[in-house]
């Protein structure tokens, strides 16, 4: 895989950094196990060993720690991965990290940053037409960086516009 997992930090030299992933299954948090491959609930510390995706850190000095996403979840969607510091085997969380990552999963590859997703993206937010140009602005979830614009042209034999 091409270390999908991804956590940035400004300290250096960690070696008990993991990672667990969760969904949301109709409202029940499940969390992966990493050893048998299956879903379970509740999330249990003393279980921690189980569920545990180990970091390391991508090159020293970097403060970016990463790991593959579990290539045993064959099913598609949005996963919330959640990052601690601590020693699953024995089991001890030392501290979660206040940073979690969505993952978008086709069920064999992250799929977060695809066309598609950025094209779901354009759909759902904002645009805008300037009546008097035609020009539309499509904007990202900020409301207002823009994303794409797209200029109508009159070459075509007809165009039908709707004023709001």
């Not at 790991?67 to 601590?86: H, Q, V």
């Not at 020693?87 to 969505?102: G, M």
Request: proline share 5%; charged share 20%.
């Amino acid at each position: 895989m091409s270390k999908e997992i991804k956590l940035t930090l400004g300290e250096t030299g960690l070696t008990n950094m993991f990672a667990c992933v969760f969904k949301n299954d109709s409202g029940a948090i499940r969390v992966r196990d990493t050893t048998n491959n299956t879903w379970d609930t509740p999330f249990a510390v003393a279980d921690l060993n189980t569920y545990d995706i180990p970091l390391t850190e991508f090159a020293t000095g970097s403060g970016l720690y990463v790991a593959d996403f579990p290539t045993s979840i064959t099913e598609a969607g949005i996963f919330i991965i959640c990052f601690y510091l601590g020693t699953p085997s024995t089991p001890v969380i030392l501290d979660y990290i206040p940073a979690i990552q969505e993952i978008i999963w086709s069920g064999t590859a992250d799929v977060s940053d695809s066309l598609f997703v950025k094209a779901a993206k354009v759909l759902v937010n904002k645009a805008v037409q300037t009546k008097s140009t035609g020009v539309i602005n499509y904007y990202d979830d900020d409301g207002s960086t823009i994303l794409l614009t797209h200029t109508p042209t009159d070459a075509e034999t007809t165009i039908t516009r709707t004023p709001s």
